[in-house]
């Protein structure tokens, strides 16, 4: 969930096994090829927070993966070099890797069974640091294209530079959406985006009123990202917006219920209590939200059976 990362006016990099570049959305490469999908098999997306990948390796993220069937995956936090993505999830993936300016902080990353047709980072304006924090890529699975962000909202840290930085890639997020699903009608924004968007989000949402996380400013964004299309919303903070129309598919498919929660404390009984949040995310265009035919959060069986102290969401999309 938290990072002490502070933001530095710079740009990152974006790597993959046969390529690095950062190209605008009208890029093409000629190289495309399906990314997994075959008829009549629904195409499985995962996104996780691994809070560090080698450390996830090490208690045991190899296992989970190797028996999920996972086609697409969402990595966030990464903290590692692209070459240790590559040694560790091995060759039959497909990488691609936005590290963070800072070294050891952020990074996210695209993983797949297919090559993507396509990449983009950056996100903002040009004196905006979002290395490590967005990465889109597009996927032609049976001759449809699914477009799929890994994303890193920062924690934040209310009334600190941090939190300013926070509200900048939110206010990004909120111009470059509309525009993903205009390239895309069948698009998926998957990751750790540090906020509980409503009291059910969080198990004790009371004591968490004035943070980072739940803060009525944040979860303003949310109301307008999940509003009607178009239409003028009421946020948490008191003010009106217009509505984006995504879909939290978390929410859609659990119904009105607390959590189920995707993120704990490594401290105290957090997890055997369930005291979580539910901050991974999978938001989608409606287009692609009535094509979700299973949602899973895949949460350890025990405290010791944790990889991270994030829980992957997994999610099956008919493409």
């Known amino acids: 969930m938290s990072e002490s990362q502070s ?4 740009s990152g990099a974006v790597s993959s096994g046969a390529e690095s570049s950062r190209v605008e959305s009208s890029t093409e490469t000629s190289d495309a090829r399906s990314s997994k999908g075959t008829a009549g098999k629904p195409l499985r997306i995962a996104t996780v927070n691994v809070n560090g990948i080698r450390a996830a390796f090490r208690k045991g993220m190899g296992e989970w993966l190797e028996g999920r069937g996972i086609d697409i ?15 560790l999830l091995g060759s039959e993936w497909d990488i691609l890797h936005d590290p963070a300016t800072a070294k050891g902080r952020a990074g996210v990353a695209l993983a797949s069974r297919g090559k993507a047709s396509i990449h983009r980072v950056e996100l903002g304006a ?24 890994s994303t890193y909202v920062h924690s934040g840290e209310d009334g600190t530079p941090k939190q300013d930085e926070k ?4 206010d990004a997020m909120t111009a470059r959406m509309p525009e993903l699903e205009r390239h895309s009608p069948l698009s998926v924004v998957l990751g750790d985006l540090n906020v509980g968007h409503t009291k059910l989000d969080i198990k004790n ?9 739940f803060l009525p400013k944040e979860r303003a964004y949310f109301d307008r990202f999940m509003g009607e299309r178009d239409a003028q919303v009421e946020c948490a903070d008191g003010s009106t917006g217009t509505g ?3 879909v939290d598919v978390g929410r859609r498919w659990a119904g009105e219920v607390d959590g189920p929660y995707t993120w704990w404390s490594w401290r105290g009984k957090a997890f055997d209590n369930d005291t979580g949040w539910r901050i991974d995310y999978q938001l989608a265009t409606p287009a692609l939200a009535e094509r979700v035919v299973d949602y899973a959060v895949d949460r350890a069986a025990a405290y010791d059976q ?3 102290d994030h829980t992957p969401v997994v999610v099956d999309y008919a493409v």
């Open 7 to 10: 933001a530095a006016v710079s």
């Open 73 to 87: 995956l969402a990595l966030q936090e990464v903290r590692a070099s692209t070459e240790d993505l590559e040694s």
């Open 126 to 149: 040009p004196d905006f640091d979002s290395a490590g924090r967005w990465l889109e890529a597009d996927y032609e699975v049976n001759d449809t294209v699914i477009t799929v962000v």
């Open 167 to 170: 509200y900048k890639f939110l």
């Open 205 to 213: 949402w009371r004591g968490n009123v004035k943070r980072a996380g």
């Open 244 to 246: 984006l129309g995504w």
């Open 306 to 308: 944790r990889w991270s």
